[in-house]
């Protein structure tokens, strides 16, 4: 999965809770993420705002996603509020999708994961 395929495909997908979402979905997704908040806290405090307020949904639900494609629930974001224990989410969002089918679907169809 490519830049603009993640992109289109998170924000398509923004209320979907369930399903996978392979690594390249994710992290393409969380780069343009990075890449729209530096330039828009470059332009103004309010730009930003609202550019935080647009990834947050879309976001929340590709992390669920890419947590069920490791066959872990997506209650697993809350350790996103506790200091340093938030590490283990990102040693999460890094591994491997599982090759098989798990309770959450079967796998993205993204081979380069």
């Not at 947590?67 to 809350?78: A, C, P, V």
Request: proline letters at 4%; glycine letters at 8%.
């Amino acid at each position: 999965m490519n830049f603009q395929e993640a992109v289109k495909t998170c924000f398509s997908k923004y209320v979907d809770f369930s399903g996978r979402a392979s690594r390249s979905e994710y992290w393409w997704f969380v780069l343009a993420y990075v890449i729209a908040a530096i330039v828009a806290g470059l332009i103004h405090e309010a730009v930003y705002g609202l550019v935080v307020l647009a990834f947050l949904l879309p976001l929340l639900s590709a992390g669920a996603r890419r947590l069920h494609d490791i066959g872990k629930s997506g209650w697993w974001l809350l350790l996103g509020l506790i200091p340093l224990v938030n590490l283990v989410l990102l040693y999460f969002t890094v591994q491997p999708s599982q090759a098989e089918s798990n309770e959450y679907g079967s796998p993205p169809l993204a081979t380069a994961a």
